[in-house]
């Protein structure tokens, strides 16, 4: 049997690069050499408030998108992970094994809760449901921007603290970062990840911008004060460039230091805007296509809960077992 591969991505906002470069272009290139499952994981994105008529569209277009990057539906796994009740039900029953010290100490529940006035507690059990998606399936590998290490090194504390109370029960999961482009930086703010819900319209390209948006935000995105990229010592600005022109092109760290060596930041900027407008380019025209196809996107997602929701039961009716839970 093939090892099995889970990664999800939550339908808030729209996707932007940092997405498709720290994980969807792996989800993508991998799928083939295992069993892929990928999950648009609406559960979580209620962690914090979505208004319900938003969230239901961006289901749909996160889920075209996914297609359109690259997911094969014939050999990929779709799913929305509220169609597959068996999620929350694991959730349970590891947050009752999960140390609340454990959750406390996660950096990106403390950054999520600061903009808020009131948390609710779904925000402190986000990592638990996050381990519940990864374990449900019992997946070995798990493709992740660098911004999700600490939630997966989390999912493997649990994994084993229940395999030690109640005997072994779940692979362990590893993390899976690209080389180049598992953090990508606001280019507004190249001190901040870039991030699908930050406010304010230079910070994040949209896997859907249009051109003109794309090389607009390219151009004005913040750099410092030197006058000419220097690989010595060059602000996180330009390394954030550098870093998306590389993931984007695959060129190698040789040929980029001879690329860019003493290049104005204006040059570097056109040739990051063209190189970020070629590959989304037909991507975009894949999306528009799927999504004109009346009721395909709903008929993959229902295609893909039937297709994983053996596997979920199966693990939930083991760690029921194993915990001495009543199963009829
Ligand atoms: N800036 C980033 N650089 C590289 N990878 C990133 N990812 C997110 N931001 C970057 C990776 O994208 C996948 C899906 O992310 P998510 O939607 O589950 O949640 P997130 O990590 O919280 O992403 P956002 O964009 O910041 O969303 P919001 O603003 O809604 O919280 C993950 O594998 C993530 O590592």
């Not at 979580?44 to 075209?64: F, N």
């Given at each position: 049997?093939?090892?099995?591969?889970?990664?999800?991505?939550?339908?808030?906002?729209?996707?932007?690069?940092?997405?498709?470069?720290?994980?969807?272009?792996?989800?993508?290139?991998?799928?083939?050499?295992?069993?892929?499952?990928?999950?648009?994981v609406?559960?979580?994105?209620?962690?914090?408030?979505?208004?319900?008529q938003?969230?239901?569209?961006?289901?749909?277009?996160?889920?075209?998108?996914?297609?359109?990057?690259?997911?094969?539906?014939?050999?990929?796994?779709?799913?929305?992970?509220?169609?597959?009740?068996?999620?929350?039900?694991?959730?349970?029953?590891?947050?009752?094994?999960?140390?609340?010290?454990?959750?406390?100490?996660?950096?990106?529940?403390?950054?999520?809760?600061?903009?808020?006035?009131?948390?609710?507690?779904?925000?402190?059990?986000?990592?638990?449901?996050?381990?519940?998606?990864?374990?449900?399936?019992?997946?070995?590998?798990v493709?992740?921007?660098?911004?999700?290490?600490?939630?997966?090194?989390?999912?493997?504390?649990?994994?084993?603290?229940?395999?030690?109370?109640?005997?072994?029960?779940?692979?362990?999961?590893?993390?899976?970062?690209?080389?180049?482009?598992?953090?990508?930086m606001?280019?507004?703010?190249?001190?901040?990840?870039?991030?699908?819900?930050?406010?304010?319209?230079?910070?994040?390209?949209?896997l859907?911008?249009?051109?003109?948006?794309?090389?607009?935000?390219?151009?004005?995105?913040?750099?410092?004060?030197?006058?000419?990229?220097?690989?010595?010592?060059?602000?996180?600005?330009?390394?954030?460039?550098?870093?998306?022109?590389?993931?984007?092109?695959?060129?190698?760290?040789?040929?980029m230091?001879?690329?860019?060596?003493?290049?104005?930041?204006?040059?570097?900027?056109?040739?990051?805007a063209?190189?970020?407008?070629?590959?989304?380019?037909?991507?975009?025209?894949?999306?528009?296509?799927?999504?004109?196809?009346?009721?395909?996107?709903?008929?993959?997602?229902r295609?893909?809960?039937?297709?994983?929701?053996?596997?979920?039961?199966?693990?939930?009716?083991?760690?029921?077992?194993?915990?001495?839970?009543?199963?009829?």
């Amino acid at each position: 049997m093939r090892a099995r591969v889970l990664s999800g991505i939550q339908p808030t906002g729209s996707p932007h690069i940092g997405n498709y470069l720290g994980a969807l272009k792996n989800w993508a290139r991998i799928q083939y050499d295992y069993e892929s499952i990928y999950c648009i994981v609406d559960l979580h994105a209620v962690t914090l408030y979505q208004d319900p008529q938003e969230l239901r569209a961006k289901i749909l277009e996160l889920a075209g998108m996914l297609l359109a990057i690259g997911i094969d539906p014939k050999h990929s796994a779709l799913v929305v992970q509220s169609a597959v009740p068996e999620h929350t039900e694991l959730a349970w029953m590891l947050t009752c094994v999960t140390p609340v010290g454990w959750l406390e100490r996660m950096t990106q529940h403390k950054a999520k809760a600061e903009a808020q006035e009131t948390i609710g507690d779904g925000l402190l059990q986000y990592p638990v449901l996050m381990a519940a998606d990864i374990l449900l399936y019992q997946a070995a590998i798990v493709p992740v921007g660098e911004d999700q290490k600490q939630h997966l090194e989390l999912a493997r504390d649990i994994a084993q603290r229940f395999n030690s109370l109640y005997g072994e029960t779940f692979v362990m999961p590893a993390t899976h970062l690209p080389t180049v482009g598992a953090r990508i930086m606001g280019l507004d703010d190249p001190e901040t990840k870039m991030s699908k819900s930050a406010v304010g319209s230079g910070h994040a390209v949209s896997l859907l911008d249009p051109p003109a948006a794309i090389r607009k935000k390219i151009m004005r995105s913040t750099t410092d004060s030197n006058p000419a990229v220097d690989f010595q010592a060059m602000g996180a600005g330009v390394r954030n460039l550098l870093s998306i022109y590389q993931a984007f092109t695959g060129t190698d760290g040789d040929a980029m230091e001879a690329q860019f060596t003493g290049m104005r930041y204006g040059d570097l900027k056109k040739q990051v805007a063209d190189a970020v407008v070629a590959s989304l380019e037909p991507i975009q025209k894949r999306y528009h296509e799927i999504v004109a196809e009346p009721g395909y996107v709903a008929r993959v997602l229902r295609e893909g809960a039937e297709r994983v929701t053996p596997i979920a039961r199966d693990t939930c009716d083991k760690v029921k077992h194993a915990m001495g839970l009543y199963t009829a």
